[in-house]
């Protein structure tokens, strides 16, 4: 019915799309060169930070304007080769947005309930909350090991407002949960479910003796990944 452009005057790319009970339409994206995407007012990083940025949008249902659109990332990235991109959006119960994505910055700081609050090695991947208004991060944790980590198009809510990401990971001691499989050999996919207060529900590691990447998850009527 309707089509817009999101951008700035340099490259841009959409990852994740994420429809909300609203019918407003969260998208993410990210490894913008350019510095002149047009932010709204009072949000989370209204400019952009370290060598590339990730962003995130709230499109009005029809297509009439911006809910809100914010940069989204680290100030100490300065790897122009890296990876700053949010591939996964979901939403919880409360509608803040899921939000997950690989960097190579290392300043973005934490939150107390965190369930991995200090950042792996190399490549490094997160999950985090973005308030429904844009405004605050009120929730943000590291996920990886010492190897690198990226996390993959795109993620998937359940009713009750878990998250399921998936990606691929170097590391051997990538943090599986008690129980799931940890099988492998460093070159490997991996899924997780982050509870809707953050704690990290499951993480599992599969693969062979080759490389394997995740994508694209989803679930069955059971609730099934």
């Known amino acids: 019915r309707w089509a817009t452009y999101i951008g700035t005057s340099g490259d841009d790319i959409i990852r994740?799309?994420?429809?909300?009970?609203s019918r407003s339409i969260a998208v993410s994206g990210g490894m913008m060169e350019a510095s002149d995407l047009p932010t709204t007012e009072g949000v989370l990083?209204?400019?952009?930070?370290?060598?590339?940025?990730?962003?995130v949008a709230l499109v009005r249902p029809d297509g009439d304007g911006l809910e809100f659109l914010t940069y989204f990332?680290?100030?100490?990235?300065?790897?122009?080769n890296g990876d700053e991109t949010l591939r996964a959006i979901g939403r919880d119960a409360a509608g803040n947005l899921w939000l997950a994505g690989t960097t190579q910055?290392?300043?973005?700081?934490?939150?107390?309930d965190a369930f991995q609050p200090k950042r792996g090695g190399g490549a490094s991947a997160f999950v985090a909350k973005l308030s429904?208004?844009?405004?605050?991060?009120?929730?943000?944790?590291?996920?990886?090991?010492?190897g690198d980590e990226n996390v993959e198009t795109e993620g998937v809510s359940d009713a009750a407002g878990a998250f399921y990401l998936v990606g691929g990971t170097t590391s051997e001691d990538f943090p599986t949960t008690a129980g799931a499989s940890s099988l492998g050999s460093g070159g490997d996919g991996w899924v997780a479910r982050i509870e809707p207060d953050g704690r990290l529900g499951m993480a599992a590691r599969f693969g062979?003796?080759?490389?394997?990447?995740?994508?694209?998850?989803?679930?069955?009527?059971?609730?099934?990944?």
């Open 208 to 225: 062979g003796s080759g490389r394997e990447n995740f994508f694209g998850p989803a679930l069955d009527a059971a609730g099934n990944l």
């Open 16 to 21: 994740g799309i994420e429809v909300l009970a």
């Open 132 to 146: 429904a208004d844009g405004k605050r991060m009120p929730y943000f944790s590291w996920l990886g090991g010492s």
């Open 45 to 55: 990083k209204p400019k952009s930070g370290g060598a590339k940025d990730a962003w």
């Open 105 to 112: 910055g290392s300043d973005l700081a934490a939150s107390a």
């Open 73 to 80: 990332g680290p100030s100490d990235d300065d790897d122009m």
